[in-house]
């Protein structure tokens, strides 16, 4: 099975920078898309970034600029680099993987079923 692991959440104030690592175990993460979600309370799951086994990656309107996805293979580790963050940045982030053909979320091109357990991100004003 897919194993995900996020860390490097916290709280930051507005304008700082954090970074997210997500530790993939159970397959080499190049060989599938990986991405990034965020759920704020009371909100629905949203995609973040994504990036493809091409290296091209996407992201969501509101984080384009600011955020920068990474994969780094040999690690078999996501990152997420979040700049100038913002207090509407304030969310439950999950990295997320390709866990097999019952996947049933879709986003940027690719299925997605493996998620990890999220990492807390806070931004304060």
């Known amino acids: 099975q897919v194993q995900l692991v996020e860390s490097g959440g916290g709280s930051v104030q507005a304008g700082g920078s954090l970074r997210l690592s997500c530790a993939a175990s159970?397959?080499?993460?190049?060989?599938?898309?990986m991405a990034w979600f965020r759920q704020a309370p009371g909100k629905q799951r949203v995609g973040v970034a994504v990036i493809r086994r091409d290296g091209t990656t996407s992201y969501a309107d509101s984080v384009k600029g600011r955020f920068t996805i990474s994969q780094d293979n040999a690690k078999n580790t996501l990152y997420l680099q979040m700049n100038s963050v913002k207090p509407e940045d304030t969310a439950m982030y999950y990295c997320?993987?390709?866990?097999?053909?019952?996947?049933?979320?879709?986003?940027?091109?690719?299925?997605?079923?493996?998620w990890g357990q999220g990492t807390q991100v806070t931004v304060s004003s």
């Open positions: 997320a993987g390709r866990a097999g053909p019952a996947d049933r979320t879709w986003y940027a091109g690719c299925m997605f079923g493996a």
């Open positions: 159970g397959y080499t993460s190049s060989s599938n898309c």
